[in-house]
């Protein structure tokens, strides 16, 4: 069993920062990808941001330049810090890993509940 837990989201104004994370928990062995998606509410999941187990990135355009992923492998940890929030971001925000658990050859794909991130004066 693996568990993906997020936390971090919340109300903030246009311009203002907050940090998101998604912690991973269970009998896990190995994580590859890491990704953050959003959706906002009458639109497709979309996704922000990635980061491979290597540490390379890659971002949306639309986030590119304000929003910063990382990983902390020894916590089975993927982080969003986002900076010069807008109200376009404004979206329920999903984290995403490509897990290996205990036991098992293949690999399987993991989502956390969701966080609500809202930016608005």
């Known amino acids: 069993q693996v568990q993906l837990v997020e936390s971090g989201g919340g109300l903030v104004q246009p311009g203002g920062s907050l940090r998101l994370s998604c912690a991973a928990s269970?009998?896990?062995?190995?994580?590859?990808?890491m990704r953050w998606y959003r959706q906002a509410p009458g639109k497709q999941r979309m996704l922000v941001a990635s980061i491979a187990k290597s540490a390379v990135t890659g971002y949306s355009t639309s986030v590119k330049d304000r929003f910063t992923i990382s990983r902390d492998n020894a916590k089975n940890t993927v982080y969003l810090q986002m900076n010069g929030l807008k109200p376009e971001d404004t979206a329920v925000y999903l984290c995403y890993m490509k897990i290996k658990t205990s036991g098992v050859t293949g690999w399987s794909d993991y989502w956390g509940q969701g966080t609500q991130v809202t930016v608005s004066s």
């Open positions: 269970g009998s896990i062995f190995s994580i590859d990808t």
